[in-house]
């Protein structure tokens, strides 16, 4: 077994690997061929982390459609068995896509009356008529500067199972475009609190101290409101220090879910995953403020999605790499 000394010095050469050569390489060529060696490089290296888990993470498959290039958030269905739903960051229409623990695509539905700026997350909760419904976050904002966040929401369709590379339509989606009451944030990781509305974003930052901002509760389709702020998390360093692209991916805030029954609340990492209680009677921000642990996750190139099974017993994770893997790992 690694000790954490151990895994913090081969953490820090993976680091170097990151950043040093591909910076250096002077030609297309070069970068190219600079790119491929890190890549390998890397999964022997996660491949050999994840065998170190105390809770196995189990590769289920690769996704099988390669349009699924970014595989950005990940919410397990309500309505159908053995579905989950996903979605690629900015570059993809309005896509969202519901894939099976096979790797197949059953179904692409486009989001009627939304875009995808910069899909980030993803998540099931109730809608206005108490049915299932998707909620999806725009909210990626790399440059800080964007006037155009929003929240969306869509009834969650009902998937023919029996069929794959279906291609369908969601019938026209609410927006909740927001700003933020201070000034403006990358944001990648959606909570819902399915059973009290409970609406809750988290910010990616740079430092680690990600803000936690709360929607009003009931949302009102095409107001555009000022959050408020609710929390702040700070996720801190255990394996590297400073400010290599490695020692940041630690402390960003990449993804998050909450469980089916409301009890727990997750928000991962590029490295590790958090998780609170949700003790009775308690919100979702009041819990954030409590201890979290450390819920271990398999280290993947760009990994920025999770959630829970319905069970609340394992979490499911993709990455933004392809070959996209979707991996499942049971909860300690």
Not at 309 to 328: N, Q, V
Request: proline share 5%; aromatic share 8%; with cysteine.
């Amino acid at each position: 077994m690694h000790t954490r000394l151990s895994w913090r010095i081969e953490l820090l050469l993976a680091s170097l690997l990151l950043s040093s050569p591909l910076a250096n390489a002077q030609t297309s060529e070069a970068k190219k061929e600079v790119k491929g060696v890190l890549k390998a490089s890397f999964r022997a290296f996660a491949n050999a982390y994840n065998q170190q888990l105390t809770a196995q993470p189990r590769l289920l498959t690769n996704l099988q459609d390669r349009r699924i290039n970014e595989s950005s958030g990940l919410a397990y269905s309500t309505y159908n068995r053995d579905v989950l739903w996903t979605h690629n960051d900015s570059g993809d229409d309005a896509f969202l896509f519901a894939v099976d623990r096979n790797g197949r695509t059953l179904a692409r539905y486009k989001v009627l009356g939304a875009k995808n700026i910069d899909w980030e997350d993803i998540a099931t909760g109730r809608g206005a008529n108490g049915k299932s419904a998707l909620y999806i976050l725009d909210g990626g904002d790399n440059n800080k500067r964007r006037e155009d966040t929003t929240l969306y929401r869509v009834d969650e369709p009902l998937v023919d199972t029996s069929k794959t590379m279906q291609e369908r339509t969601v019938p026209a989606s609410e927006a909740f475009p927001f700003r933020y009451p201070d000034r403006h944030h990358d944001c990648e990781t959606l909570l819902i609190h399915s059973k009290t509305g409970e609406t809750l974003i988290v910010t990616k930052e740079d430092d680690g101290r990600s803000g936690v901002y709360a929607f009003p509760n009931p949302l009102h389709p095409n107001e555009k409101v000022t959050l408020k702020k609710v929390g702040e998390i700070v996720f801190s360093n255990v394996y590297l220090r400073g400010d290599t692209v490695f020692a940041k991916g630690e402390r960003m805030a990449t993804g998050g879910s909450v469980s089916f029954d409301g009890t727990r609340v997750i928000i991962r990492t590029y490295t590790r995953a958090f998780e609170w209680t949700v003790k009775p009677g308690q919100t979702l921000a009041e819990a954030l403020k409590g201890e979290s642990r450390v819920q271990r996750i398999p280290l993947t190139i760009q990994g920025e999605s999770i959630c829970y099974s319905p069970d609340g017993k394992s979490l499911f994770a993709t990455s933004e790499r392809l070959p996209t893997p979707l991996y499942e790992t049971p909860i300690k």
